[in-house]
Nanobody
Framework: QVQLVESGGELVQAGGSLRLSCVAS????????MGWFRQAPGKERDFVAA????????YYTNSVKGRFAISRDNAKNTVYLQMNSLKPEDTGVYYC?????????????????WGQGTQVTVSS
């Protein structure tokens, strides 16, 4: 059973920074592509970023390029999302997801495991 636990979300002012963490259980973390998604109230869950197994491939949605950075520490079974220059439109619940295959897809349907989410609120 794979479990993903996110942390790091909080209320922050526009222009501020946050770092989200996602700790995964299981011995096969190094075999997973990891992704971050977010969901604003009343909206669909949207792709934010993904990282390949060995961190050799990363992929971002256009709205966060240059502001967010995804990384992973395979020794700690942890994936991070460093978020800088935050904007009010970045507000939402941020979810960590795992995909036990190669590739860094943006669609949620290609990810098999999900965390419970962590709330990020950016005030103007």
């Amino acid at each position: 059973q794979v479990q993903l636990v996110e942390s790091g979300g909080e209320l922050v002012q526009a222009g501020g920074s946050l770092r989200l963490s996602c700790v995964a259980s299981g011995s096969t973390f190094t075999s997973w592509t990891m992704g971050w998604f977010r969901q604003a109230p009343g909206k669909e869950r949207d792709f934010v970023a993904a990282i390949g197994r060995n961190a050799d491939t990363t992929y971002y949605t256009n709205s966060v390029k240059g502001r967010f950075a995804i990384s992973r520490d395979n020794a700690k079974n942890t994936v991070y999302l460093q978020m800088n220059s935050l904007k009010p439109e970045d507000t939402g619940v941020y979810y960590c997801a795992a995909r036990p295959l190669t590739g860094v897809p943006a669609s949620p349907q290609y990810y098999s495991y999900w965390g419970q989410g962590t709330q990020v609120t950016v005030s103007s």
